[in-house]
DNA sequence: GGCAGTTACGAAAACGGTTTCGTGTTAATA
DNA sequence: TATTAACACGAAACCGTTTTCGTAACTGCC
């Protein structure tokens, strides 16, 4: 590995100090204009740029923010990841990504090295299985220290820190009603487990709903998948068995899943059942028909967290007011061709 | 920002050296059985944990790898990327990720910025634009600076480095293959514009196929569409117009909305006109018919080549040693219901 | 008791920067 | 001409580690 310049290197060659040099390509007052001439044109010439390492051991500051996330091949955490990276790169700052896999211990194992002295805050969603252990040992130790953290998402309300999450359970209920209002009386809801706290939501706006409009709430119209679904047989049986006429999706593969089952019992859509799904994705626009969802907007859920982090990283105060806040955004209903009108 | 433990902490409240501290750490014989337990006891309760940003100045070793791609959204760059992010973990590797959203500007200031010290080597696939400029000085320092560079699926001839690429080639000549073999005839191709490579690599193996076949080139069977393609009206004149039995598309999505296109001229699939795409992902898995694809194997062509570059990284020789390799993953035909028989 | 050889530790340099402070030289002033 | 201020620069500390080398103190030996 080729040797990079250093000041040093700079200074020997041009017989002045290192400080000298220091100053001069920052064009400070102190040195004389001939000599910061010379120095800056050296610099120039032979393209000396200075050492991140050196600079964030000197300033205590690595302009990296590290961003864990359960999965990356998932659409709707692809976006967000997009919209932080987008949002801290014009601000200067660097991504360092750890996907968790939904495992506990992945997540603690990658923030306890990105914690070191590596990066200056997180922004995170919790993984599925921190979500059911309920264990958050590692964040508090985050704040502990004082790391700012940003969760999004997936968060937990046993935790003090930023969050940006969606107003999941209104999206639900508004995506509801909207079957309601088209007349629909046996909807249906496919979700996962209840511990992912963002199910759980979707799945109390879906009652409410119901509830609100005079529509009994039954056990046997909700069916709840592993989160991370490879089966049709299942929902096979419960598109057979519940005789819906719309079913809600927390997200489109459980919904472009359930369409095609639902085509090869004979059913049309949006006539005979209709279909809302989360996450607004390729699978939601390309789907047969174009399925109609609840668009998270992933990427300004992204670019939010990282303002967020950057503006209390930044702070002249310090990052050590402990105002948090969280911030909502709203999802919006996608109209396409799976719901009737 | 609460400060973090450091050895001169620990010395200052045991009463000895940093060498002491330091040594008594790494459990040298050095230091006398007595001191090390001292030590590590008072390490191990306050929680002691080296700075890796001190540890990398001293190294030169950051234990970071860049990684920077065209775009994070598409499904065969985040397959890669997760596999890169995974096997780079395994063996104690972060991963900090730079989208160049196809531009080159963007690639050229990603790249430069992680290049002063951030970074130990890179992994990345050029940018659209890169690959239309032909502009590769960027490259060519990352090189000459003795940083090792992997470069994958979007290559380059003009710069020499490790690459992992598919037989993209083959590839479209085993699926074109596959077409004739079912008696199809009038075989379309869908692709992007030839200045990327895979592209050109795709469109000459389905030249290849016909000719070796028998069957005519004709220039009005190739549809060349924008890289970001967001309408339907070109091939749907496409569709219309050519007669086609087949179609290779050198995308997923593509090949999804062509289907789609040729249902609704009443078309039966893969009875009257079969498809295969490029790519594996969940488009092709959840689409009506289920789409036959070439699967490209993006989780193992990101890990191997994380592990070119990490075995070069840690090569004792240094990685000054310039032998290059490509490696070529071998795409396999996963055949589903847009195909005969 | 004088010597060499351990043992156990500390001082200091190094990684590559920034920044404070001190100082020698020159020019301006009394 | 002596004093002082401005100027231009260098020395050194610092960020948090590792590592080489030096050295006190102690041991054992003759």
Redesign the pocket.
């Known amino acids: 590995m080729k ?9 020997r060659e041009l ?12 064009d ?9 001439k010379k120095v800056q044109a050296f610099a120039n010439l032979y393209n ?4 991140n ?3 964030s ?4 500051r690595t302009h990296s923010i590290g961003v864990v996330i359960p999965d990356i091949v998932h659409h709707f955490f692809t976006t967000v990841f997009w919209g932080i990276e987008q949002y801290a790169n014009e601000r200067g700052y660097n991504v360092i990504v750890c996907v968790s896999d939904e495992s506990f211990n992945r997540e603690v194992i990658n923030m306890e090295t990105l914690a ?2 590596s990066i200056d805050g997180f922004i995170m969603a919790l993984s599925a299985e921190t979500q059911l252990k309920q264990e958050f040992k590692h964040l508090h130790e985050i704040v502990a220290q004082g790391i700012p953290l940003v969760l999004f998402d997936r968060i937990t309300d046993k935790v003090v820190c930023d969050k940006v999450i969606n107003n999941d359970r209104g999206a639900a209920y508004m995506a509801v009603k909207r079957l309601i209002d088209a007349g629909r009386k046996k909807i249906g809801l496919v979700t996962t487990e209840r511990f992912l706290n963002v199910s759980e939501e979707r799945e109390e706006g879906y009652y409410q709903a119901l509830r609100d409009h005079g529509l009994p709430v039954r056990e046997e119209l909700v069916l709840r998948l592993p989160y991370r679904y490879d089966e049709e047989t299942l929902s096979a049986a419960y598109i057979a068995a519940a005789d819906l006429d719309a079913v809600l999706c927390v997200n489109e593969i459980f919904a472009v899943r359930c369409m095609r089952l639902a085509q090869e019992r004979g059913l049309r859509i949006p006539g005979d059942i209709a279909f809302i799904g989360f996450t607004d994705g390729l699978l939601s626009r390309l789907s047969n028909p174009a399925l109609s969802v609840v668009a998270q907007h992933g990427e300004q859920m992204g670019a939010i967290a990282a303002r967020m982090l950057i503006d209390k990283l930044e702070d002249p105060q310090g990052p050590g007011t402990d105002d948090y806040r969280t911030e909502v955004v709203r999802a919006s209903l996608i109209e396409r061709d799976s719901t009737p009108n």
Chains 1, 2 share one sequence.
Request: no cysteine.
């Open positions: 040797r990079n310049l250093t000041l040093k290197d700079i200074a017989d002045v100090s290192i400080s000298t040099v220091s100053k001069a390509l920052k400070s007052e102190e040195i004389s204009a001939e000599t910061r000396y740029r200075p050492n390492i050196a600079l051991l000197k300033n205590r070191n002295g």
